[in-house]
Every structure is written in structure tokens, then in C-alpha cells.
């Protein structure tokens, strides 16, 4: 039986965005484009098009996806913070109708937004700017929790010119300081004319609306570098927009917070290439200069087989699944241990320790609202195990 997704490794990697730019030779910039006022806000008023501050002023009709798109601003957004997106008029509906644009505390009872005492900015040689722990930081720590200050519909209808005058539009129109937080991220071309789409092709996380995958920038978060054994994670909260890093292993003061911007898990030649297209860096991480990472991972992709393996020859134990979670220590891989945790927790209570499958359920349980977050269907396997008492549980001495 397979038991667990091995693949669902994380959901939400940073996104890359193919962008044309003069070092493609490309020669379709224009300046300006024509910018259509929207049929559905003809009059104007400000109460037809709440909670945008604006009226949304669309394109036409785009064939390849048979809807126009508009830019919709709130320059109220989060006490002021301010948000732009570039979407359709059914999916900017649907971003309205969140928690995040309808309920006045839905954010702030979160503290999201709030300026943490947790890091600084600094910069980092050969990465530009990095984020540094300004105190020890524990397990479970919450480094930061921001909300977009751009979201993007994701077509490929538009030229790069058109398209770069419609976001930098929508970037335009929000508030002074988030705007200027925008424009001063890092970017990948360093071409003027392109310049908001290069920001977005370095600072982008994928966000999904109405299943529709959308481009997001959170300008504060994007300060932080990858590291292929990060240590710490991230977790998107569509419902109210807001993105979360957490800390996946104890930080010193002065150390570097990272997250992964590709799956840790993958070997080493597809993450340096997904790095290199994506961000234009070369990896530089002990990971990706260590020949050995490579067999590691070889190593746990087989630890797992054997774990998931539930037949009479199986070889799993449960020592094989401290191995396993030893492995994953060695790479620094302590935000993406849910799988092995799990695996733990089944393979100890396979040979009937009700107390080390609880502790390991529970691990697993902590790790997927970590990495996935609280709509993970993972978290569900954990949650049925240890709810209904694991001795009940189907693995429930299953290897004695
Ligand atoms: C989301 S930004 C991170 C913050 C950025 N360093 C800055 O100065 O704003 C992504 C860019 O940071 C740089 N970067 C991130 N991680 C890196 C790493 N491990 N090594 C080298 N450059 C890195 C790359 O230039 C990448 O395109």
C-alpha cells in the first residue's frame, strides 16, 4: 500500500516566470500602452467597486483566457499597508470575499504586518541582502507573517511591454511605502524597461486563488536567501493572504534565516537548475558542493521505500526509521521531516510502542502545519491516528 504522497514534498516552491528581456534580444518594448476604462465602472462610484480604492481599470478581452484582466488597488488594505492585484473580474471577486479583505481583525489578531524584533536586513557576500537572526530563535519560532504587496494572473497572452505597463501600473497605485519597498527589491536582468517583471521573476511565491495559481510578492519576506538545508520554512495562507516563516532548527544571533526556494529533496542537479533559470544564482550551499548529499538522499529515498513497504519481507524497523530522521538531521533538513516522522511514528507502532508511534505521530502532525500548513491533507493522517488512540490505528502491531 502506498501510505504516503513521497512526492508532496512542498507544495508552494518559490515560482519562476519565464520574462523575456533585452538579453533574450528581444525588441517589443513600448512605453506606454492603451489602458481601457472597465464597462463595470462607468459611473465611477466608489461603493460599485469596494473594497478596491480605485475604480479596476481592465484590458480588453484576452482570447487566451476568454476574460479581460484588471488592476484592482487597496490602498486601505491591512491599516493601510496596501495591496494591487492583476487578475480577472470573477477572480478579484473572490480575493475580495477572503477574510483578509471582509473581517477588520482577521489580520491583525494575528499580528500579520507587524514589524518583528526576530531579524534585520543585511548584506550577505555573493548573495546581496540576507536576513539575519537579531536574537536566538527556537524551533517553531515565527520569523515573520506579511501579506502581499502585488498579485499577478499569470498569462501569456500579453507582451512583455504590455505586460510591464499593466503591473507597473498596478504597483503605482499603492501606498508610498510599500511601493518603494517593491521597487527596491532585488531583481534578475537589471533592465530598466522591464523592471517590475524582473522584481517579480526574483521575489515571486505562487498563490492560489479560486485554483488559480496567481504570481505574489511580499516585499519584507523577500529578503530572505535559499539554502538547500534552510532553516526555515514558509506556509501561504490563502485565506488571509498571508505568508508565515517559521524556524525549522534552533538560529544563533547573527546567523543567516534561510528558507528553500526549490525541493530540498530533489537531487542536487535539478535543484542547481532550477536555481540558475529561476533566480540566475549558482548554489553554493554544503549541499550543493558536496558530492556525498546525492547518496544521502539515495539513502533516504530507499529508507522509505522499505518503511512503505508493508509486505512479510519487508525489511522496515523502527531503527530504520531513526536513521532515516538521522539522515535528514545530517543535510539540515529539519523543516522537511513530516514524511519521515510519519514513517517513524507507523514503523513503531508496527511492532506495538503505542508511545513512540504517539510521540512520532505527533512530530509528524507539528512538521506538516509547518511546511503544508493546516489545509494539508496530511495533517488529516496524523490527526485520525492519534484521535482515535493508535492500538486502533490499521499499522497497530501490523510487523510483530
Ligand atoms: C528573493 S531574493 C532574496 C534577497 C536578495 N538577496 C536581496 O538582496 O534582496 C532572490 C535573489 O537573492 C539572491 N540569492 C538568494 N539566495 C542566494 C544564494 N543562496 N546564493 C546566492 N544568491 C542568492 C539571488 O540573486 C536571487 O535572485
Redesign the pocket.
Known sequence: TEILDRQCWHEYP?RTIELRSSLDGTQDYATSIQIFASHDVKDNKEKEHTPWTHPPICTEKLPSINDKLCIYTSTTFSSGRGISLFTTPALAAQFAALPAFQDPSALSSQSVNTQKNTYSISP?P?????MLASKPLRFGDRVMAHTPAFIAYLESELSTAEREAWWRQAVEALPEEIKEKFLG????YGDERVRVQDIVK??TFAVEIGGVSHLAVFPET??????CGPNAQYIIDTEILTHYIHVTRPIAQGEEI?IS?TSPLYPTEIRNKH?EQG???????PRCTSPSSSQTLDQIESFQNHLNDWSDTSPASPQMAENLLHLHRTEGLEGFMDISYGFAALAYNAVGDAEAAKQYAEKAREAVLMKDGAWADNLRIWEEMLGEGVEGHWSWRRRV
Not at 555573493?126 to 540576507?130: A, D, E, R
Not at 527589491?185 to 534578475?188: E, I, K, N
Not at 533566480?279 to 550551499?285: D, E, K, S
Open positions: 518559490f550577505i555573493g548573495k546581496g541582502l540576507g527589491l532585488s531583481f534578475v526574483a521575489n523577500s529578503r530572505v536567501n535559499h539554502a534561510t526556494y536555481l533566480f540566475h544564482f549558482t548554489c553554493t550551499c
